[in-house]
C-alpha cells in the first residue's frame, strides 16, 4: 500500500501518527476489510481501538448495509441476550413487546462487538453458535432464524488468561480470531504522542476559544517518556484539561508534570538493588517476606504487651485504653488503618496457653530463617546493613542467627 492512501485513510477518519505499529494495523485492517471473516481488535484501553471496525465496515462489500457498535461491557448481564439476539413478548418480567436483536437488524452488515471479553459465558455460547451456523434463537422463542453477520470484536483484556481462567471460551476465542490486528499502545509510538498533542491542543483551542497551548522542548520530552497507562485517551484528557485551566500556553515539563499522575512502578514501590532486574514474580515474594516479618514482629509485640498488661492487671494497674498496634507497616500496602486496639487483658492462663507455639509458627519460622539468610547473604554477611534492611536491631538478629543456625 502507497504512503499517500494511508495519509488519505488517517485523515478521512481523524487518525494522527506514522508510527510503523500503527501503520501496520491500518494496513492489514483495509487489505482484510473485503475479506468476509471475523477480526479481533486487540489493545490497551484507550489506544484507538473503536476506529478499526468502522474502516473495516467501510471498505468491505458490506458497506452499504448496517453498522452496528455494541459495547459487550455496558449491557448488563441480564439483558444482553435480548439485546444481541432479540426476545419474544413475555420472554421475561418487562418484556411486553417482542423485539429484534442485533444479529437481526445488522442482517448483511457488520456488527462490532466492543470489550468482547467482558461477554457472560451463556452469550458466549449463543455467540459461537450464531458464528458457526449463522443460526440464532430469540431469548424465549424455539423458531431457529439465519442471520449473516461479519463480526469485529475488539478486547483490552489478556484473552490466554481469561480463557486459562475459564471466563472465556477456548473455541470462541479461535473463531473471532481469524485475523488480529494489534493497536500499540502510546508508549511504543515514539513522535506520535506530540502529533496527537497538537491535534488535540488545536481541537481544544476551537472548542474553548483560547490559544492553542504549546510544548517547550523539555515537555515534548517528558511526554515521549511517559507511560502513558490510559494512551491517547489519557492524552486527549489531560490536553483538554491543560488548554482549559493552565495559565502559561507554553507548556514547559514542569507545568506538564503538574497534570500528570505519578508513575507507579515495581521500582517505587520496593527499592531494587541497581542491577538487578525486576521480576514481578520475585517482587511479590519479597512483598510477602515482608509482611510475614512485620507481622511476625508484631505478633510478638503483641505478645509482651499481653504478658506486660497481664503482668501489670495482676499488681492492679490498668493499661491506658486505646494503646494501636500496626498490623501492617509495609509502605506497598497502606493498612495505616488496620490497628487493633489493644483492651486489657485479664486471663493469665490465656497468656499461658499462647506461649504454646501454633503449627503455623512452624512455617513462619521457615520463612524468616530463609528471608535472614537471603538478605545475609545480599549484605555480604555484614549484620548490621542486614539487620538495618530487615527493620531489626542487630542484637534481634544476632539472636535469630545463633536460633536458626545460620552462622
Ligand atoms: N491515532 C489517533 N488519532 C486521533 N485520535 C485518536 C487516535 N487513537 C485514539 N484516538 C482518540 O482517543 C480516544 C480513545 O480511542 P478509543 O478508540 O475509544 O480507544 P479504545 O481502544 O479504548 O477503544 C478517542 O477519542 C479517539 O478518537
Ligand atoms: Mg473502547
Redesign the pocket.
Known amino acids: 500500500m502507497d504512503g499517500t492512501q494511508l495519509q488519505r485513510i488517517k485523515q478521512r477518519y ?4 506514522n508510527c510503523e505499529g ?1 501503520n501496520r494495523a491500518l494496513e492489514i485492517a483495509l487489505k482484510i476489510a473485503p475479506v468476509d471473516l471475523s477480526v479481533l481488535i486487540t ?1 490497551e ?7 478499526f471496525p468502522r474502516i473495516i465496515h467501510d471498505f468491505s462489500g458490506r458497506r452499504n448495509k448496517k453498522y452496528f457498535a455494541v459495547n459487550c461491557g455496558a449491557i448488563p448481564e441480564g439483558t444482553i441476550d435480548s439485546e444481541l439476539f432479540g426476545h419474544e413478548k413475555g420472554a421475561f418480567t418487562g418484556a411486553i413487546e417482542q423485539r429484534e436483536g442485533y444479529f437481526s437488524v445488522a442482517n448483511g452488515g457488520t456488527l462490532f462487538l466492543d470489550e468482547v471479553g467482558e461477554l457472560p459465558l451463556q452469550t458466549q455460547a449463543r455467540l459461537l453458535r450464531v458464528l458457526e451456523t449463522g443460526e440464532y434463537i430469540r431469548v424465549g422463542a424455539s423458531e431457529v432464524r439465519k442471520t449473516d453477520v461479519r463480526i469485529v470484536a ?1 478486547t ?1 483484556v489478556n484473552m490466554e488468561k481469561a480463557i486459562s481462567e475459564g471466563r472465556f471460551r477456548e473455541d470462541l476465542y479461535y473463531r473471532l480470531n481469524s485475523i488480529s490486528i494489534s ?1 500499540p499502545p502510546l508508549r511504543e509510538r515514539g513522535d506520535d504522542a506530540v502529533l ?1 498533542f497538537k ?1 488535540f491542543a488545536l481541537e481544544m483551542s476551537e472548542k474553548y476559544k483560547m490559544p492553542p497551548i504549546r510544548l517547550d522542548e523539555g515537555a515534548r520530552q517528558m511526554l515521549k517518556a511517559y507511560s502513558w497507562p490510559g494512551n ?2 489519557q492524552l ?1 484528557n489531560i490536553t483538554e484539561n491543560m488548554s482549559v485551566t493552565s495559565e502559561q500556553r507554553d507548556v514547559t515539563a514542569d507545568v506538564l508534570r503538574s497534570y500528570l499522575p505519578e508513575e507507579k512502578s515495581h521500582r517505587e514501590l520496593i527499592a531494587v538493588p541497581a542491577g538487578q532486574t525486576v521480576n514481578s514474580f520475585e517482587n511479590e515474594r519479597e512483598i510477602l517476606y515482608q509482611i510475614l516479618f512485620d507481622l511476625r514482629r508484631d505478633v510478638s509485640e503483641l505478645k509482651k504487651i499481653v504478658h506486660e498488661n497481664a503482668g501489670r492487671h495482676s499488681g492492679d494497674e490498668r493499661p491506658t485504653a486505646g494503646t494501636g498496634v500496626s498490623l501492617y507497616r509495609h509502605p506497598a500496602i497502606d493498612v495505616s488503618a488496620a490497628t487493633v486496639p489493644v483492651e486489657p487483658i485479664c486471663e493469665a492462663e490465656e497468656v499461658k496457653e499462647n506461649d504454646e507455639p501454633l503449627p503455623e509458627t512452624r512455617s513462619l519460622d521457615e520463612l524468616e530463617k530463609d528471608l535472614i539468610r537471603r538478605v545475609l547473604s545480599e549484605n555480604n554477611g555484614k549484620r548490621k546493613q542486614a539487620a538495618a534492611q530487615l527493620g531489626i536491631s542487630e542484637r534481634t538478629l544476632y539472636r535469630k542467627i545463633k536460633e536458626y543456625g545460620l552462622e
Open positions: 481523524g487518525i494522527v501518527g500503527l489493545g484501553n484507550g489506544v484507538g481501538k473503536e476506529v475488539a483490552n493497536v496527537l491535534k491517547v485517551r486527549k
